[in-house]
C-alpha cells in the first residue's frame, strides 16, 4: 500500500481537496455560534494523518457537549492562521506561538494543555542530518552553512524555526532565512523525509515528531541522526473562541481533563486514541497564563534578531528595542487574564 506521502503531488492536491474540511456532520452557517464548534488542528504530520487521529477524540467531544464538531485540518500553519483570523475555527490545537498570537489578538481563551508519556513539561528542537559523511557534523555546518540545504519549519513554528534560530544559529551569527545553499519551508514529516532522501542536508523538528517519524517511517529515520537539541519547550494548548458562553468553554476542559482517566475498557479505549495522538498521555488544566513562556521566547527572538541587524544609526537600533520592549510587556499585560 502506498503512503500518502508518496502519491504523485497532483493526486495529493485532489485527494486533499475532496476530503480535508469535511465536517463529521452536516456544517451550519460559517460564524454562527450555535453551528458546529469549528475545530483546526495544527499540521505536525500531513493533513490526513492528522485529522484521522484526532476524529475518534472530537466525536466523543461533540456528545460530551451536546454540539456537532466538524474539521478543519490544513497544510500549513499559515492557512490554519489565517483561518482563525478570518472567524473560520472555534476551538483549535495550537503550538505556543501561534496560541499566543491567538490570545493576544483577543480571539480565543487557553483551556487546557497537552501532556506527553514521558511526563516531561515540554519537548524539545531537534537538527536531524544523515548519519553518512559529508553532511553529518554540527561543527562542519556551523562553520560552513553555505553548502548545506535546509529544510526547516514555518516562521510560526516554535520548534522548526523559533527555538532553533534563537538558541542555535543566530548565537553563532547564523540567519536561517539567508546563510544556507537552499531552503525549503514544510511540516517536520516532510522535512525529515527530505533529509533522509538526500534531498535536503539538514531539517529542524522535535523529539515527540520524530518519535512519532520513527514509528511511521523507521527505514528513513534509520538513515538519520540528531545534530542538536534544544532547552525544553512548554507543550501546545487547545484554545477555545471567547464568544463561546463560559459554560461551554468548562465543559469543553472538563472533558478534555477527564479524557483518558478512567479505568476499564473505555478508559483503554481513550488512551489508545491519545497515544495516536503524537504519543500524548493527556490534558491538564490550562488558561492564558500558560503562554508566558511563548511570549518570551518570542520576545528573546525578536531582541536578538534586533541587536544583531543591520541599522542606519544606534537610535534605530534603540527605537526598534525600545517597540519590542512595549509589544512584550503589552503581551504579559494580556495573558495575565487568565480566565479561561
Do not use: C
Not at 496560541?99 to 489578538?105: E, Y
Amino acid at each position: 500500500m502506498r503512503r500518502f506521502a508518496d502519491l504523485p503531488g497532483a493526486l495529493r492536491a485532489a485527494a486533499l481537496a475532496l476530503f480535508v474540511g469535511l465536517p463529521l456532520w452536516a456544517p451550519a452557517q460559517a460564524g454562527a455560534l450555535d453551528g458546529p464548534v469549528r475545530f483546526g488542528i495544527l499540521p505536525l504530520g500531513g493533513a490526513f494523518e492528522s485529522r484521522s487521529d484526532w476524529d475518534p477524540l472530537l466525536a466523543e467531544l461533540s456528545r460530551a457537549i451536546g454540539r456537532p464538531v466538524s474539521v478543519l485540518s490544513v497544510n500549513s500553519y499559515e492557512a490554519l492562521e489565517q483561518a482563525i483570523q478570518r472567524d473560520e475555527v472555534d476551538m483549535a490545537f495550537l503550538s505556543g506561538k501561534m496560541a499566543l498570537d491567538a490570545v493576544t489578538q483577543r480571539r480565543v481563551n487557553v483551556v487546557a494543555q497537552v501532556v506527553r508519556h514521558d511526563g516531561l513539561p515540554g519537548y524539545r528542537a531537534l537538527l536531524l542530518a544523515r548519519k553518512a559523511p559529508p553532511f553529518n557534523s554540527l561543527k562542519n555546518m556551523l562553520e560552513q552553512p553555505e553548502r548545506w540545504r535546509l529544510a526547516r519549519g514555518e516562521k510560526q513554528s516554535v520548534s522548526g524555526f523559533i527555538v532553533p534560530q534563537l538558541q542555535l544559529f543566530l548565537p553563532n551569527h547564523i540567519a536561517m532565512e539567508t546563510r544556507f545553499r537552499s531552503e525549503t519551508v514544510g511540516t517536520h514529516q516532510t522535512n525529515a523525509l527530505a533529509v533522509a532522501n538526500s534531498e535536503a542536508d539538514v531539517a529542524t523538528n522535535n523529539s515527540a515528531d520524530f518519535e512519532r517519524f520513527r514509528l511511521r517511517f523507521p527505514a528513513e529515520a534509520e538513515r538519520l541522526q540528531v545534530l542538536w537539541e534544544s532547552e525544553l519547550i512548554p507543550h501546545a494548548q487547545i484554545v477555545v473562541r471567547r464568544e463561546y458562553p463560559p459554560e461551554l468553554r468548562k465543559r469543553v476542559q472538563a472533558f478534555l481533563v477527564g479524557y483518558g482517566r478512567a479505568k476499564g475498557p473505555r478508559g483503554d479505549a481513550e488512551r489508545a486514541v491519545l497515544k495516536s495522538l503524537h504519543d500524548l498521555a493527556g490534558f491538564v488544566a490550562a488558561d492564558n497564563s500558560s503562554l508566558q513562556p511563548a511570549a518570551k521566547l518570542a520576545y528573546q527572538l525578536a531582541r536578538q534578531n534586533a541587536m544583531t541587524a543591520q541599522w542606519v544609526n544606534d537610535a534605530a537600533r534603540q527605537a526598534r528595542l525600545q517597540r519590542i520592549e512595549s509589544g512584550y510587556a503589552d503581551q504579559v499585560s494580556v495573558l495575565r487574564d487568565a480566565t479561561p
